[in-house]
C-alpha cells in the first residue's frame, strides 16, 4: 500500500518513535535463559530429580533440584544443590527500602542459579542485575522494585531490572518474579525496561508479572553482535509499559505465546513492536506471536496492537519476515488506513510501508 501525502509526516513519526535504542551504553556481565525443543524451559545445568520426594523447606515448600514448571508452585532449593545461590544469603533484606542491588549482582556474580525467596516487602534494585545463569522465584512471586528509573538515555542500560548480555549457553530461564520499574508517568525517555535481552540465545521469560517499565516489560536486541535467537517469552502477564509491552529490534528465531498484555496507560509505539533500527543490520524473522490475550488503547501513531516497521535506512541488513500471528484474542483498535493490514489478522497486525516483511501469516485473531 502506497501512503498518500496527508499521512506522510505522521509515517515519519512513527518510525522515529518505534522501539529503537540506539547505541549501546555499557556490557554488563553476559546472562540468558533457554528451552528445549519441546519449548519447556532448560534449567541451565539442573540435575534434575524429584519436585517432592517429602522433602520441604520453609513454610511447607517442596526441596528440589529442578524447580516446577510455572512461577506459583511453592518450591525451594535442597540445601545440598550446590548449582544454587540464595539472595538472601548474600545479604537482599526485600524490607521495600534497603537497595538491594548489591546482593542481587552477587548472586548473579557466582554463575549459579539464583533462588529468590519471598520478600518480608519487596525487594528494591537501584541498577540492573546481569545474570549469567537462571533466576527463580519461590512460587510467592517475589516482589522486586526499580527505584530511580527515568527513561532518561545516559542513563544507559543503568535502570533496566534484569540485563541478558551476550548468553550463548544451552539454556536461561527467568521465572516466578513480579518485576515492577515504577513508571507512573512522564516521558522523558524510554530505556529502563524489566527485562533486556541482546546478543544471546536460548532464553525464555516466563511466569512472570512484568509490569510500569519506563522501556519495554522485555526489549530483545542487539547492536553490533550476533542477533538474539531462540527467545521465548510466555505466560507471563505483561502490564502497562510507557513503551512496548515487546519490543524486539533483532532477533532470528523466537515466540511470544500465552501472554496477557494490557497496554492501558500510555498510547506510544504498539503492544508488541518488531521494529529494526535503520542501522544496516539489523533484522527480525522466524518469530511467532500465539494464543495471546490482549487489552490495548487506541494508540497514537495509528499502529496495530502488534506492529510490523523495516525502516528504509535499513535496506543493507538481511531480510526481516517468517512472523506469524494467530490466535490472539481481545481489544485493540485497528491500524490507520495508511497502514498495511495483514489478512487474517482482523486488524491487530499493522505493517508501516517502509522496507517490505517477506513470509506474513496470520488466523484466527478474535476481536472480543
Known amino acids: 500500500m502506497k501512503k498518500t501525502p496527508a499521512f506522510l509526516a505522521l509515517a515519519l513519526l512513527i518510525a522515529a518513535a518505534g522501539c529503537s535504542h540506539g547505541a549501546d551504553h555499557s556490557t554488563p556481565p553476559s546472562d540468558g535463559v533457554i528451552t528445549d525443543s519441546t519449548g519447556n524451559p532448560s534449567t541451565g545445568g539442573t540435575t534434575g530429580g524429584s519436585t517432592g520426594g517429602g522433602s520441604t523447606g520453609g513454610g511447607g515448600a517442596a526441596l528440589a533440584t529442578t524447580p516446577p514448571a510455572d512461577g506459583t508452585t511453592p518450591w525451594a532449593p535442597d540445601p545440598a544443590d550446590a548449582t544454587f545461590v540464595n539472595v538472601r544469603s548474600l545479604g537482599a533484606v526485600g524490607d521495600g527500602s534497603t537497595d538491594d542491588t ?207 516497521n523495516n525502516p528504509n535506512g535499513n535496506a543493507a541488513a538481511t531480510a526481516s519476515g517468517n512472523i506469524s500471528v494467530t490466535n490472539n484474542h481481545g481489544t485493540w483498535t485497528n491500524a490507520f488506513s495508511y497502514m498495511d493490514i495483514v489478512p487474517g489478522s482482523n486488524g491487530i497486525l499493522s505493517v508501516v510501508p517502509h522496507l517490505t516483511w517477506y513470509g506474513l501469516s496470520a488466523s484466527n485473531n478474535v476481536h472480543d
Open 102 to 308: 548489591a546482593a542481587f549482582r552477587a548472586a548473579a556474580a557466582t554463575g549459579k542459579q539464583i533462588f529468590v525467596p519471598e520478600p518480608p516487602v519487596a525487594y528494591v534494585l537501584t541498577g540492573f542485575v546481569g545474570l549469567r545463569s537462571s533466576i527463580y522465584g519461590d512460587g510467592s512471586m517475589p516482589l522486586i522494585r526499580m527505584v530511580g528509573a527515568d527513561g532518561d538515555p545516559d542513563q544507559g542500560h543503568q535502570r533496566n531490572m534484569l540485563y541478558v548480555s551476550g548468553y550463548r549457553g544451552a539454556g536461561l530461564v527467568i521465572q516466578g518474579l513480579h518485576l515492577d520499574g515504577g513508571w507512573t508517568g512522564g516521558t522523558n525517555g524510554e530505556w529502563s525496561h524489566n527485562v533486556n535481552v541482546g546478543n544471546s540465545s536460548n532464553v525464555t521469560i516466563q511466569h512472570n508479572t512484568l509490569e510500569r517499565p519506563y522501556g519495554d516489560n522485555v526489549f530483545v536486541g542487539e547492536f553490533g553482535g550476533t542477533p538474539s535467537a531462540n527467545v521465548v517469552i510466555q505466560y507471563n502477564d505483561l502490564l502497562n509499559p510507557r513503551r512496548c509491552n515487546a519490543g524486539i529490534n533483532s532477533l532470528d528465531g523466537g515466540a511470544l505465546r500465552g501472554n496477557r498484555i494490557l497496554k492501558l496507560t500510555s498510547d506510544y509505539v504498539s503492544a508488541i513492536d518488531l521494529e529494526p533500527d535503520p542501522l544496516g543490520f539489523q533484522f527480525v524473522r522466524n518469530v511467532s506471536i500465539d494464543a495471546n490475550a490482549v487489552d490495548v488503547m487506541p494508540l497514537s501513531y495509528g499502529a496495530g496492537a502488534f506492529s510490523l
